[in-house]
């Protein structure tokens, strides 16, 4: 009988020895992380297994989890580019808002003077700074420029009020955001590398400013202003998508301290992309009073 108690008490599968009445018993996590938990004599019991309904998932009243690269980029990515358009959409109202309460006596001086050139100059001021600001990952100040930017533009742009009708600025609006639209689609879910797009459009776009200078100085040709809004319209359709996907591409790199800036720099160049390609579009399809 010693014996026979003997042997149970050494056979290495005996619920006292291989768990032990209300013993701790320590588990490996996939993820690293320890997890105790105190057993009954039997280990199948419900309670044993019932306190943990899924290990691979993690634990249900655990040590919280820190979230791995993979899924910082799952959230991140979405993040930056849903931000990006959001603060374009915001810049477009408050570029509207400005253009639809210049009054028209300041639209007359800004046409007549040279105030109309330092509009400019303090808006190009703004896109050097703002980089600046974007590099250095200062959001808040890149955020306030981004403001100031889009209601310049929203003044300089109120001009166009005298040169074309209310009904053919808003159609126009409403064509330019359908194009807009799909070539941004397309530049998200595209798999094709769309750089070599970009740079044939950046080196187009140098080209029509150049063009654009020696049009309205030397030249007047009505003729190459037309063409010049064809090939711009082009050029702005394709960097679009360019630079959509060019934001997909910056947020895979995005770290929860630089999130904002990143949305920023995305945002500043859709509405870049979107205004000119609303103006070339107005100066194709706008009727004039």
């Known amino acids: 009988m010693d014996n026979q108690n003997q042997n149970q008490n050494q056979n290495p599968y005996s619920n006292n020895n291989y768990y032990g009445n209300n ?19 039997n280990p199948y019991s419900n309670n044993a297994y019932n306190s943990y309904d899924n290990f691979n998932q993690g634990f249900e009243a655990g040590t919280p989890q820190p979230l791995t690269n993979k899924q910082l980029k799952y959230l991140t990515i979405p993040e930056v580019v849903s931000k990006s358009f959001l603060f374009m959409f915001v810049a477009l109202l408050i570029t509207a808002f400005a253009a639809f309460n210049t ?20 808006e190009i001021a703004i896109v050097l700074i703002s980089n600046y600001a ?17 209601y310049l533009t929203g003044v300089t742009l109120s001009i166009i009020f ?3 009708s209310m009904s053919s600025i808003a159609s126009v609006f409403l064509i330019t955001a359908a194009v807009f639209a799909i070539m941004a689609v397309y530049g998200m879910i595209t798999k094709t590398d769309l ?17 654009s200078l020696v049009n309205a100085f030397i030249l007047h040709s009505s003729g190459l202003d037309f063409a010049i809004s064809c090939i711009g319209v082009l050029i702005f ?3 679009t998508a360019y630079d959509v996907q060019k934001i997909k591409e910056r947020a895979q790199a995005a770290t929860t301290e630089n999130t904002m800036t990143l949305a920023l720099f995305g945002a500043f160049e859709l509405y870049l992309d979107f205004i000119n390609l609303f103006l070339k579009l107005l100066s194709l399809f706008g009727k004039r009073d």
């Open 162 to 164: 005298l040169a074309y």
């Open 237 to 239: 359709v394709g960097l």
């Open 23 to 41: 013993q701790n018993v320590t588990f490996t996590y996939n993820q690293g992380y320890l997890e105790s938990t105190n057993f009954n004599s």
């Open 195 to 211: 750089s070599s797009i970009g740079n044939i459009c950046f080196m187009g776009l140098l080209g029509i400013i150049i063009a």
């Open 134 to 150: 974007i590099r250095k990952n200062n959001a808040i100040l890149a955020a306030i420029l981004y403001i100031a930017y889009s």
């Open 103 to 122: 009054s028209m006596e300041f639209v007359y001086k800004l046409v007549m003077t040279d105030t109309f050139y330092l509009f400019f100059i303090a």
